[in-house]
């Protein structure tokens, strides 16, 4: 692009990279062959009650906005499952907003909240659009490294070691995309302590919070004196398998849900109401295809991780959602060339582990919410790569 078409530009948008993540499903969607682990989205298909319920709704001629907050059956749906899930009482009327996925969620919740200077922490790796996001939103990216050594959960320590004057947001990912880190209780405590102390509001994406293994799922909002400074972010895209059906939630103090209201309402106005009505039907009757795919990743994700270490690529064992991140440094091999050559070698697709920040780097992302077949297909290719390349 030559210099006066980039000065057109702002300098928000000129700031944010282009998604790693994007960058290998482009070049995958021309390679059939390829086995991808390169993107999070469930290899299930939406069960099929759910997708009967979306087909309903349009057959039966539901085509028309429904309120900006969203269906109010579907508010009150997920202000039970909440109820249910943390004992936390919300306002379906004032205090939960339907959303065009949790990205939707995510990027209303800096709009909202940040202005421009404003620093907002979020443990690194991180999901790649958080940083876009504050950007997007004039913030300041504050990362905080997380280690294998600590399974890459994020610790209290780190980020006090982080606020500044500054500081206005924590935003966590639990469980955590790319790693699969999920965030101990104690660790929760810390960081709640700290919001309360210096006045800070936490913003938590549990888009993951349904798969979670051999471990303990902790809301920090559940915590004492959080509800009133949390936005929980969550969503029916991995648990339910409804990635392309774009439905989302934000539940939230009133008064920030009303002042995200504003910007939801002259930029989406509303999820599509046949997904919201598919999302009814998957919180009254979904339970059991939750805990079916629950159980298989689980399946899957002991299978792959333990290849991987077998093969010497070191790899934490992930406790909630369905990626593995393993080290691939003691290959000789940055992370962007291990998974380039890789693709293009043995047509396995992973993502490099500095897409998602630079305590990323000399690690891949592999999503394995693919088949289990196709899972050990894929460690046999991986294999045969490593030790052509030793």
């Not at 907050?69 to 919300?90: D, K, N, P, V």
């Not at 559940?222 to 409804?242: N, V």
């Not at 002259?266 to 009757?285: F, V």
Request: aromatic share 8%; with cysteine; charged share 25%.
């Amino acid at each position: 692009m030559d210099t006066l078409k980039r000065e057109m530009l702002s300098q928000r948008v000129r700031i944010v990279k282009p998604s790693g993540i994007r960058k290998f499903f482009d070049i995958i969607n021309t390679m059939p062959q390829v086995i991808s682990l390169g993107v999070g989205e469930p290899d299930f298909v939406t069960p099929e009650h759910i997708r009967q319920a979306g087909i309903d709704s349009i057959q039966k001629g539901h085509t028309r906005y429904t309120s900006n907050y969203g269906m109010l059956e579907l508010r009150q749906e997920i202000a039970a499952l909440l109820e249910r899930r943390y004992g936390l009482s919300y306002d379906p009327a004032t205090q939960i907003l339907v959303t065009v996925g949790v990205s939707e969620g995510v990027d209303l919740a800096m709009r909202t909240l940040i202005d421009p200077g404003d620093e907002v922490i979020s443990p690194d790796p991180g999901y790649v659009a958080y940083e876009a996001d504050i950007i997007f939103s004039g913030g300041v990216s504050v990362p905080v490294p997380t280690y294998a050594e600590h399974n890459f959960a994020v610790r209290a320590a780190e980020i006090e070691a982080a606020i500044t004057p500054r500081t206005k947001m924590i935003l966590l990912g639990n469980p955590n995309n790319p790693t699969g880190a999920v965030i101990p209780r104690a660790e929760l405590e810390g960081i709640a302590r700290l919001a309360i102390e210096h006045d800070l509001i936490v913003a938590v994406d549990e888009v993951y919070s349904r798969l979670v293994y051999d471990t303990e799922h902790v809301c920090i909002a559940a915590l004492p004196g959080m509800q009133e400074r949390t936005l929980i972010l969550d969503g029916f895209s991995k648990a339910y398998a409804m990635t392309g059906w774009r439905v989302g939630y934000v539940a939230a103090p009133a008064y920030i849900l009303e002042a995200m209201l504003k910007v939801h309402q002259y930029t989406i106005m509303c999820a599509g109401t046949a997904a919201q009505e598919a999302a009814i039907e998957a919180l009254r009757h979904g339970e059991a295809d939750v805990q079916h795919m629950h159980d298989d990743y689980e399946r899957r994700g002991r299978m792959f991780v333990d290849g991987l270490n077998r093969l010497g690529l070191t790899c934490c064992e992930p406790h909630g959602a369905f990626y593995a991140f393993p080290y691939v440094g003691n290959t000789g091999m940055s992370d962007e060339e291990f998974a380039e050559k890789l693709l293009f070698e043995e047509y396995v697709a992973v993502v490099p582990g500095s897409s998602f920040g630079a305590a990323g780097k000399g690690y891949v992302r592999a999503a394995y919410c693919t088949a289990y077949d196709q899972l050990e297909e894929a460690l046999v290719r991986i294999e045969r790569f490593v030790k052509k390349h030793q």
